[in-house]
């Protein structure tokens, strides 16, 4: 497994994964395999979901040659294995073996269900498939739902495109029991209707379809649109890839500890969260400031993990705690957040907010938190983790010195 910018991907040789589909449709268990690009592992750090469930995937599989120019900055040379290839592999193997594949295609996109039927009838003869239109919703509807499972497919492609289809994914296919293996797989199918035309081999096999995609862009209504995606998953992408191999280590990241506080019964008490990542690491919640002021940071992450934006802002203090981050061996826990551990540390300020509303209000972020609770202040400090004390005992003391009545 390879790390880039936080997201864990596969080493696995495309044989080896043809492999693996194989035991998974074989298998008693469901899986679904993701194919992040340089312009997908930039997005998911933006929408937290989307990046959880990228790592949670089965199988992570690089497509793109960006990605194959980070990993050796990282030691490592990652095999790619691109979306259209795979799919190709894939309904090859389900035409020879009699395997049932459906596909869940983006009414808005390119390729309508009968184009698609028609190019796959002439291209994977034999193959037992079904194409259904469906909305970019991370839901599927009772209908979609019901005629899915009436078809009882073993694979199931999807073509939203990110972060729609993995997410799509990753909450339905428990309700999908006959599936084995959900692929989200963009525009791989524009390929096989031929609405798209592929790059040549040759771009293929040097890294430059990103360069072909280029040269055709601007024969497309949204041309600059599509040339802002490229640069993002070239130039922005390798720039991030640099500063933090290069330039993160020797710096702190700013952070914001929110201090969440209610009064209860002339008490005061303090809202902690529960890791997602560990049972029993216990914290208050908090997250890098991105350039922000400590109040607005601070308001953002209550929001965004709590779920809730019940709350006063009190006091803000600025450079309350640093600590440097100790390394972390490969396959430990955080590993799917290491980009956020390449800094040299955090340096926190911290945001004491008041909780105005009810508790019913509180909803936290599955991607976060696994618990919640609210402690009294003279428990405060034996119900964190012990890594986290140091700076809690910091944090309470701030609370303390506003002598609220």
């Given at each position: 497994?390879?790390?880039?910018?936080?997201?864990?991907?596969?080493?696995?040789?495309?044989?080896?994964?043809?492999?693996?589909?194989k035991e998974f449709v074989n298998g008693d268990t469901q899986h679904y395999i993701v194919t992040p690009?340089?312009?997908?592992?930039?997005?998911?750090?933006?929408?937290?979901?989307?990046?959880?469930?990228?790592?949670?995937?089965?199988?992570?599989?690089?497509?793109?040659?960006?990605?194959?120019?980070?990993s050796f900055l990282y030691g490592a040379n990652l095999p790619r294995v691109t979306g259209a290839d795979l799919t190709v592999e894939i309904l090859k193997i389900s035409a020879q073996e009699k395997i049932k594949v459906m596909v869940l295609n983006w009414e808005k996109g390119l390729s309508q269900p009968e184009e698609i039927g028609t190019a796959l009838?002439?291209?994977?003869?034999?193959?037992?498939?079904?194409?259904?239109?469906?909305?970019?919703d991370i839901f599927l509807n009772q209908e979609a739902q019901t005629e899915i499972n009436k078809?009882?497919?073993?694979?199931?492609?999807?073509?939203l495109g990110f972060p729609y289809q993995e997410k799509l994914m990753y909450h339905n296919i428990k309700k999908l029991p006959s599936v084995k293996v959900a692929l989200g797989i963009g525009g791989s199918f524009d390929f096989i209707t031929e609405k798209i035309?592929?790059?040549?081999?040759?771009?293929?096999?040097?890294?430059?379809?990103?360069?072909?995609?280029?040269?055709?862009?601007?024969?497309y209504q949204n041309s600059a649109s599509r040339i802002k995606r490229i640069y993002n998953a070239t130039f922005v992408f390798l720039?991030?890839?640099?500063?933090?191999?290069?330039?993160?280590?020797?710096?702190?990241?700013?952070?914001?500890?929110?201090?969440?506080?209610?009064?209860?019964?002339?008490?005061?008490?303090?809202?902690?969260?529960?890791?997602?990542?560990?049972?029993?690491?216990?914290?208050?919640?908090q997250g890098g400031t991105d350039g922000e002021s400590l109040e607005v940071a601070g308001s953002r992450e209550i929001k965004e993990e709590l779920g809730t934006d019940k709350i006063i802002p009190r006091?803000?203090?600025?450079?309350?705690?640093?600590?440097?981050?100790?390394?972390?061996?490969?396959?430990?826990?955080n590993d799917s957040k290491k980009f956020k551990f390449e800094y040299k540390g955090q340096r926190q300020g911290l945001l004491i907010?008041?909780?105005?509303?009810?508790?019913?209000?509180?909803?936290?972020?599955?991607w976060d938190h696994q618990n919640w609770k609210w402690v009294d202040v003279a428990d405060f400090l034996a119900s964190v983790h012990p890594v986290r004390r140091p700076g809690c005992e910091k944090f309470l003391a701030k609370f303390q010195s506003l002598n609220l009545k």
């Amino acid at each position: 497994m390879v790390n880039i910018l936080g997201i864990n991907l596969s080493e696995l040789s495309r044989t080896e994964v043809l492999k693996k589909v194989k035991e998974f449709v074989n298998g008693d268990t469901q899986h679904y395999i993701v194919t992040p690009n340089p312009e997908i592992i930039l997005a998911s750090h933006q929408d937290e979901e989307f990046f959880y469930i990228l790592n949670k995937a089965d199988l992570s599989l690089a497509d793109g040659f960006g990605l194959k120019i980070a990993s050796f900055l990282y030691g490592a040379n990652l095999p790619r294995v691109t979306g259209a290839d795979l799919t190709v592999e894939i309904l090859k193997i389900s035409a020879q073996e009699k395997i049932k594949v459906m596909v869940l295609n983006w009414e808005k996109g390119l390729s309508q269900p009968e184009e698609i039927g028609t190019a796959l009838n002439k291209k994977f003869p034999g193959l037992i498939f079904s194409v259904i239109n469906i909305s970019r919703d991370i839901f599927l509807n009772q209908e979609a739902q019901t005629e899915i499972n009436k078809f009882t497919p073993t694979i199931l492609f999807n073509t939203l495109g990110f972060p729609y289809q993995e997410k799509l994914m990753y909450h339905n296919i428990k309700k999908l029991p006959s599936v084995k293996v959900a692929l989200g797989i963009g525009g791989s199918f524009d390929f096989i209707t031929e609405k798209i035309k592929r790059a040549p081999k040759l771009f293929r096999s040097l890294g430059m379809e990103w360069f072909w995609r280029l040269l055709n862009a601007f024969n497309y209504q949204n041309s600059a649109s599509r040339i802002k995606r490229i640069y993002n998953a070239t130039f922005v992408f390798l720039y991030q890839i640099f500063k933090v191999r290069f330039i993160n280590p020797h710096i702190y990241r700013k952070n914001v500890a929110c201090f969440v506080f209610k009064k209860e019964e002339n008490k005061y008490k303090i809202l902690i969260v529960e890791r997602e990542d560990s049972d029993g690491h216990w914290q208050l919640p908090q997250g890098g400031t991105d350039g922000e002021s400590l109040e607005v940071a601070g308001s953002r992450e209550i929001k965004e993990e709590l779920g809730t934006d019940k709350i006063i802002p009190r006091a803000t203090f600025k450079n309350v705690y640093s600590y440097q981050f100790k390394i972390r061996d490969k396959g430990t826990p955080n590993d799917s957040k290491k980009f956020k551990f390449e800094y040299k540390g955090q340096r926190q300020g911290l945001l004491i907010a008041e909780f105005t509303g009810q508790d019913s209000d509180i909803k936290i972020k599955f991607w976060d938190h696994q618990n919640w609770k609210w402690v009294d202040v003279a428990d405060f400090l034996a119900s964190v983790h012990p890594v986290r004390r140091p700076g809690c005992e910091k944090f309470l003391a701030k609370f303390q010195s506003l002598n609220l009545k």
